[in-house]
């Protein structure tokens, strides 16, 4: 708390990492649903938390490339820019991609 308060107050920006994801996976059996679900419900928090400490901090959301996702049991880390970088659709930009991937998006079948 003492480290977020002092970064809110000096005016850092902040990045979120939302580590042992593969937890979510492995020992909760968690479907990606849920999984997404879990996740937003932590970024939330955390926003929440930052807003109370200062209105106008930067809120961390994934599309803004402040939240990285990672396992250091598994060994990686990605944003979502960075995941599209390398496992991305032809014909789209990481970055146009990378906020696709987070949100109130579906794809038509």
Known sequence: EMGICEAVREGVDIIL????????????????????????????????????????????TPERGNVVFGSGEGGFFFTLESFCKKWGVEGWEPKELGKRMWGDVYAKE
């Open 17 to 60: 990492c939302l580590n042992k994801l593969d937890r979510l996976i492995t020992e909760l059996h968690l479907p990606p649903t849920d999984t997404y679900f879990k996740l937003l419900h932590t970024i939330d928090t955390f926003n929440t938390y930052l807003r109370s400490k200062n209105p106008s901090a930067k809120l961390c």
